[in-house]
């Protein structure tokens, strides 16, 4: 495959997305054929751009609230101090993957009402598991020379960790956070099942009326935004790997 | 001597505290939809037991927060897990008014930080033993057992989640049943045709690249949309291909669903039996060629067993979660326990959420240890073999 292919695609990709989102009117003739009884073919009870805005609001703020706690107790189980709970969160972790979304969210609903914030929490929970696992690999993982060396460089572990260890796991930990966001923007669409404002309300709306082009319009959207933030996290990924002078794999 | 203190227990101690005497331990509420009012550990239980309980948690937690033998801890908290587990039920019957059915009694928040504190406890008293996996899977079993106890006892009856099961015991039969055949005849299906399609992607390098990014975008399809994208297609195969409809296919209901989560499960399957089958030292490809193996005795002899870990590692993450994907079937009328979860979400009867959730997330649990435990039993196994 020619080298500049993947990247018109994606730019393709960016610009039909684009235009989808702020004047889906133009692809109403593709979708009609989709539709019974003369129903609409363009979601018509809220703007497709504000629902997408609002879908990667929820996932931006549940993911960097994730992260900024995953990294945090990811150094804080690396540090001598916290060494007694690692054995314990690794297993907690692993615990804590065995909960459906959907149950998250079900049982998120008493506690904080219906809305976004059931699925900001749902999202929380479901972030911090790839990016915990992510940092801690990182963290656990550096080479054992270039330690030494920050040590001997008389480096204090405040130090260390700044301007070694983090940089260092950047690449590992910038790998979780992709996963963490891809599963997000899928599981944010059923935020929509107790009443948040994400691109989950098209798809619902089309289960609901069978009409199949909501459907379609709605998951269609959420894999593009899923497929290109996926590429773009992974092209800075391999950016940072470079930088740190680390070899990747693709 | 002095006290030392352990650092887990230090946090559990705080948890203790602040749900013991400050959280409600149990919610009464007058009918199912209207909101609770909250009851303390004294209010919820007789006089003589309220006091004991306290006790009990208190003792428990002090013997979290020092140093103390595994023993010690492991005891603790399996007392203290035990003593919540029968007195939320006394809890039930005590607040209930004598003759009255429309009242629910439900554990609230302090009740489930008690219950999260010892589980806490207990979890790393687990890790530290570093149990093997079979003694494992017999701790589940043993936990399994104590709660199909309690259920079976009717200790719990005066709960409002079991009321909820009261009012559906068939119902919720039969869609734990569909629950289960949906996720495990979904995963079996993925098996059927995931491996020999990892084993032609491992062989076929062109084939590799393709195949992969086709199923890596299929996970990237919300699974709301893709069971709703599915309804078309196999309306379409029911009223067109003779004998489709009377095998049960149709547009709704669990047909969609099953599709939908076997192709959720392809990815899991065919990436892990490529990566399993990469991993295969170079060397025992040699030397079962120079013994003179066939391709295919190389496949089921050599490469098929030493992959066998990395393979089984798709299938625990495909059951995993095709359990808790199985919910959202009851979105198209596919069944399962998503019914009562999202019948409950409808409702604002948090209850009937519980009895959909609380299934599906031990279903899961459940299912995460037991092959866990295969996965490092096939594991240690080979290393064993091979040293």
């Known amino acids: 495959?020619?080298?500049?292919?993947?990247?018109?695609?994606?730019?393709?990709?960016?610009?039909?997305?684009?235009?989808?989102?702020?004047?889906?009117?133009?692809?109403?003739?593709?979708?009609?054929?989709?539709?019974?009884?003369?129903?609409?073919?363009?979601?018509?009870?809220?703007?497709?751009?504000?629902?997408?805005?609002?879908?990667?609001?929820?996932?931006?703020?549940?993911?960097?609230?994730?992260?900024?706690?995953?990294?945090?107790?990811?150094?804080?189980?690396?540090?001598?101090?916290?060494?007694?709970f690692l054995p314990l969160s690794r297993s907690l972790v692993n615990i804590g993957q065995t909960f459906p979304p959907v149950a998250v969210l079900a049982l998120a609903v008493p506690a904080v009402g219906f809305g976004e914030k059931p699925t900001l929490i749902a999202l929380f929970l479901y972030g911090l598991l790839p990016i915990f696992e992510n940092a801690l690999t990182g963290l656990t993982t550096l080479p054992g020379n270039v330690?030494?060396?920050?040590?001997?460089?008389?480096?204090?572990?405040?130090?260390?960790?700044?301007?070694?260890?983090?940089?260092?796991?950047?690449?590992?930990?910038?790998?979780?956070?992709?996963?963490?966001?891809?599963?997000?923007?899928?599981?944010?669409?059923?935020?929509?099942?107790?009443?948040?404002?994400?691109?989950?309300?098209?798809?619902?709306?089309?289960?609901?009326?069978?009409?199949?082009?909501?459907?379609?319009?709605?998951?269609?959207i959420v894999a593009a935004l899923a497929v290109l933030i996926y590429d773009g996290l992974s092209a800075i990924e391999r950016y940072t790997a470079r930088r740190m002078g680390q070899e990747t794999g693709e | 001597m002095t006290l030392r203190f352990d650092k887990l227990g230090v946090v559990i101690a705080a948890i203790v505290a602040y749900a013991a005497f400050f959280a409600s331990f149990a919610t009464f509420r007058a009918n199912r939809i209207v909101p609770g009012e909250a009851r303390s550990i004294f209010e919820a239980l007789p006089p003589t037991i309220g006091p004991l309980l306290l006790a009990i948690v208190v003792v428990a937690a002090i013997i979290a927060l020092l140093k103390t033998p595994l023993v010690l801890r492991l005891a603790a908290s399996v007392v203290a897990l035990v003593a919540l587990a029968i007195l939320i039920g006394v809890a039930g019957t005590f607040l209930t008014p004598a003759g009255n059915t429309?009242?629910?009694?439900?554990?609230?928040?302090?009740?489930?930080?008690?219950?999260?504190?010892?589980?806490?406890?207990?979890?790393?008293?687990?890790?530290?033993?570093?149990?093997s996996p079979l003694a494992r899977v017999g701790v589940l079993v043993i936990a399994a057992l104590a709660i199909g106890l309690l259920l079976i006892s009717g200790r719990w009856d005066s709960l409002s989640i079991l009321k909820e099961y009261g009012n559906r015991a068939d119902s919720?039969?039969?869609?734990?049943?569909?629950?289960?055949?949906?996720?495990?005849?979904?995963?079996?299906?993925?098996?059927?045709?995931?491996?020999?399609?990892?084993?032609?992607?491992?062989?076929?390098?062109?084939?590799?690249?393709?195949?992969?990014?086709?199923?890596?975008?299929?996970?990237?399809?919300?699974?709301?949309?893709?069971?709703?994208?599915?309804?078309?297609?196999?309306?379409?195969?029911?009223?067109?291909?003779?004998?489709?409809?009377a095998l049960g296919i149709r547009g709704i209901g669990t047909a969609p669903a099953f599709v939908a989560l076997f192709l959720y499960s392809l990815l899991p399957v065919v990436a892990n039996t490529v990566v399993g089958l990469a991993g295969v030292p170079r060397a025992?490809?040699?030397?079962?060629?120079?013994?003179?193996?066939?391709?295919?005795?190389?496949?089921?002899?050599?490469?098929?067993?030493?992959?066998?870990?990395?393979?089984?590692?798709?299938?625990?993450?495909?059951?995993?979660?095709?359990?808790?994907?199985?919910?959202?079937?009851?979105?198209?009328?596919?069944?399962?326990?998503g019914v009562f979860v999202f019948q409950g979400v409808g409702q604002t009867a948090m209850d009937l959420v519980l009895l959909g959730a609380v299934p599906t997330v031990a279903l899961a649990f459940a299912a995460a240890i037991i092959l866990d435990a295969v996965i490092e039993m096939t594991a240690t196994k080979r290393r064993v073999e091979t040293a």
């Open chain 2, 102 to 131: 429309f009242a629910r009694i439900s554990p609230a928040s302090g009740f489930w930080l008690l219950i999260f504190a010892f589980t806490l406890l207990l979890a790393d008293v687990l890790t530290r033993l570093n149990l």
């Open chain 2, 284 to 337: 025992a490809n040699d030397a079962a060629r120079g013994m003179g193996m066939t391709d295919r005795q190389r496949l089921f002899g050599v490469e098929f067993p030493l992959a066998f870990p990395v393979i089984l590692t798709g299938i625990r993450i495909v059951l995993v979660q095709n359990i808790g994907l199985a919910t959202i079937a009851a979105l198209i009328g596919g069944g399962g326990f």
């Open chain 1, 1 to 84: 495959m020619k080298a500049w292919l993947p990247s018109l695609l994606r730019l393709a990709l960016v610009v039909l997305l684009i235009a989808f989102v702020t004047n889906p009117g133009w692809f109403e003739p593709l979708l009609k054929p989709l539709t019974e009884n003369n129903a609409p073919a363009i979601y018509n009870q809220g703007s497709l751009l504000t629902l997408t805005l609002l879908h990667l609001r929820t996932v931006l703020i549940a993911t960097v609230a994730a992260t900024i706690v995953a990294v945090a107790l990811a150094i804080l189980v690396t540090r001598p101090a916290g060494a007694e």
């Open chain 1, 147 to 220: 330690m030494e060396a920050a040590r001997g460089a008389g480096m204090t572990g405040w130090q260390r960790l700044i301007k070694v260890e983090l940089p260092l796991s950047a690449p590992i930990i910038l790998g979780g956070i992709r996963l963490s966001v891809v599963i997000s923007l899928a599981t944010a669409t059923i935020g929509s099942t107790v009443a948040a404002k994400t691109l989950g309300e098209v798809i619902i709306a089309g289960l609901l009326s069978n009409n199949l082009a909501f459907v379609l319009q709605g998951g269609l």
């Open chain 2, 172 to 245: 919720f039969w039969a869609e734990g049943s569909k629950h289960v055949t949906l996720a495990l005849g979904s995963l079996a299906a993925a098996v059927i045709v995931g491996l020999p399609l990892g084993i032609l992607c491992h062989r076929v390098e062109r084939l590799r690249a393709g195949v992969l990014n086709v199923l890596n975008i299929v996970q990237t399809i919300p699974s709301i949309a893709l069971f709703g994208l599915l309804i078309a297609p196999l309306g379409w195969v029911a009223a067109h291909v003779p004998g489709a409809a």
